[in-house]
């Protein structure tokens, strides 16, 4: 999934002088909940600018996002306290590698390479390349209806990569955004994307004039990850996860941000 990734590192610089000075609390937000529980404050890394999975309310300055929410129901069925330290998405692994903070909550991606120098928790999002159409077109239900149409695309991303081998004419544009407008006034006929990127828009929005018509086989998971000495944290975490899921918090908290479960099946 695509980062952005505006620094804060100066911040945690000066985060990690203070406590290193016998200063007080080095969190950049608290849960609020589990006041006095006699547990260590469960803390994670997090970028703070990447909506709507971590990122600062515009009016109330507050860290918030999806992520925030899943770690803070995390926190709460652990009983502990979740703090978090804002760093841009470049230093996330070495700041917890540098043990400023146990593990990360920013839509890690859960791949082979990563697993083999970090563990992670169980997946707390799912998801999926999806294929978007107007409103009134009834002419895609799969990814191989695309062949032969234009479809508005980033030629940077792996979804213009995607829709050239499924047989489609890429229509290049800056984001997806301009792809929608595009859509819409019948220039382009579909245009193919992350699930989390239009379900985002689709929410903020309250586009009615484009719907999602059909998924494509890619599939991401994305989990909290630790450093390999924090394996039974993410145990715990991966626990709390599958109790979250299994009494319907996680299809909730989905459900605020994305208009439905994007949790996946049950965490284990």
Not at 65 to 85: H, N, P, T
């Given at each position: 999934m695509r980062r952005r990734t505006l620094g804060t590192l100066s911040a945690l610089a000066l985060t990690g002088l203070l406590a290193a000075c016998g200063g007080g609390d080095t969190s950049t937000s608290g849960s609020g909940s589990s006041s006095g529980s006699s547990q260590e404050a469960l803390t994670f890394g997090t970028e703070g600018t990447y909506a709507p999975?971590?990122?600062?309310?515009?009016?109330?300055?507050?860290?918030?996002?999806?992520?925030?929410?899943?770690?803070?129901?995390?926190?709460?069925?652990?009983?502990?306290?979740?703090?978090?330290?804002?760093?841009?998405?470049?230093?996330?692994?070495?700041?917890?590698?540098?043990k400023r903070y146990d593990g990360i909550a920013n839509q890690v991606s859960i791949t082979a390479e990563r697993e083999a120098k970090y563990v992670f928790s169980a997946p707390y999002t799912v998801s999926t390349g999806v294929v978007v159409t107007r409103a009134d077109d009834t002419s895609v239900t799969s990814l191989a209806d695309i062949a032969g149409k234009t479809s508005a695309q980033s030629t940077t991303s792996n979804w213009a990569q995607t829709a050239t081998e499924?047989?489609?004419?890429?229509?290049?544009?800056?984001?997806?955004?301009?792809?929608?407008?595009?859509?819409?006034?019948?220039?382009?006929?579909?245009?193919?994307?992350?699930?989390?990127?239009?379900?985002?828009?689709?929410?903020?929005?309250?586009?009615?004039?484009?719907?999602?018509?059909?998924?494509?086989?890619?599939?991401?998971?994305?989990?909290?990850?630790?450093?390999?000495?924090?394996?039974?944290?993410?145990?715990?975490?991966?626990?709390?996860?599958?109790?979250?899921?299994?009494?319907?918090?996680?299809?909730?908290?989905?459900?605020?941000?994305?208009?439905?479960?994007?949790?996946?099946?049950?965490?284990?």
């Open positions: 999975f971590s990122y600062h309310d515009e009016k109330t300055n507050d860290l918030v996002g999806y992520d925030i929410d899943v770690a803070k129901a995390v926190g709460e069925q652990l009983g502990r306290d979740v703090e978090f330290s804002e760093n841009n998405w470049d230093s996330l692994f070495a700041g917890m590698e540098a499924a047989g489609a004419k890429v229509e290049a544009v800056e984001g997806l955004t301009q792809a929608m407008t595009l859509l819409k006034q019948g220039r382009v006929d579909v245009t193919v994307n992350d699930q989390l990127a239009v379900l985002d828009y689709l929410k903020t929005s309250g586009d009615t004039g484009v719907k999602i018509a059909a998924e494509t086989d890619d599939r991401t998971e994305q989990g909290f990850v630790f450093r390999k000495d924090e394996a039974e944290t993410a145990q715990q975490v991966s626990d709390a996860l599958a109790k979250l899921k299994a009494d319907g918090t996680l299809a909730e908290i989905s459900q605020k941000w994305f208009g439905q479960d994007v949790s996946g099946p049950a965490a284990g």
